[in-house]
T-cell receptor, first 113, second 115 residues
Framework: AQSVTQLGSHVSVSEGALVLLRCNYS??????LFWYVQYPNQGLQLLLK??????LVKGINGFEAEFKKSETSFHLTKPSAHMSDAAEYFC???????????FGKGTKLTVNP | DAGVIQSPRHEVTEMGQEVTLRCKPI?????LFWYRQTMMRGLELLIY????????DSGMPEDRFSAKMPNASFSTLKIQPSEPRDSAVYFC?????????????FGPGTRLTVL
């Protein structure tokens, strides 16, 4: 069964600092991986997705993630945090041929001025 | 595009009452998903439809929950009778399923409180 583990339920960074949100996956077959962002009182919005075309994936709002098969990881990064990045971030995995997304528990990002 | 539309946005009801949540997917999308989000369990897939047909309802917690999709532009999630432990945010999402890489688009959610 597919699953994802997000290390750290809360991450706090200073404005302008590097953002690193960790996601490790477990999948018996090559996975498709997604990062979603949820702002307060809103639905989830896709940030980026890995579909095996390229290991480094660029998304919206300056975020990117790198798929590392050897480490079974898909960590999300942004070089310089902005106050507007404060939100909850979810990593999700989907097995090939399936429509079902399995979400991690989420990481709440706080950006300090 | 209007995006996925959910109603109501907030619902407060008393234990034992019937609750109906509504969803209008993005026009042209052929898959629809219902999720529940709680602090304890995170985001859980309850059920999903493809071309209006329920494909997987293994996430539906119990018989008190039911979902229907009578046409391509409307779906309901019903809880009868409701219980306090059903309090959560319920999300509807839709996608155009071509292959596994398709993106699910989420609605704003319905915050349900059962007293």
């Amino acid at each position: 069964a597919q699953s994802v583990t997000q290390l750290g339920s809360h991450v706090s960074v200073s404005e302008g600092a590097l953002v690193l949100l960790r996601c490790n996956y477990s999948s018996s077959v090559p996975p498709y991986l997604f990062w979603y962002v949820q702002y307060p009182n809103q639905g989830l919005q896709l940030l980026l997705k890995y579909t095996s075309a390229a290991t480094l994936v660029k998304g919206i709002n300056g975020f990117e993630a790198e798929f590392k098969k050897s480490e079974t990881s898909f960590h999300l990064t942004k070089p310089s945090a902005h106050m507007s990045d404060a939100a909850e971030y979810f990593c999700a995995v989907k097995k090939g041929g399936s429509e079902k997304l399995v979400f991690g528990k989420g990481t709440k990002l706080t950006v300090n001025p | 595009d209007a995006g996925v539309i959910q109603s109501p946005r907030h619902e407060v009801t008393e234990m034992g009452q019937e609750v109906t949540l509504r969803c209008k997917p993005i026009s042209g999308h052929n898959s629809l998903f219902w999720y529940r989000q709680t602090m304890m369990r995170g985001l859980e897939l309850l059920i999903y439809f493809n071309n209006n047909v329920p494909i997987d309802d293994s996430g539906m917690p119990e018989d008190r929950f039911s979902a229907k999709m009578p046409n391509a532009s409307f779906s309901t999630l019903k809880i009868q009778p409701s219980e306090p432990r059903d309090s959560a945010v319920y999300f509807c999402a839709s996608s155009f399923f071509l292959d596994t890489t398709d993106t699910q688009y989420f609605g704003p959610g319905t915050r349900l409180t059962v007293l």
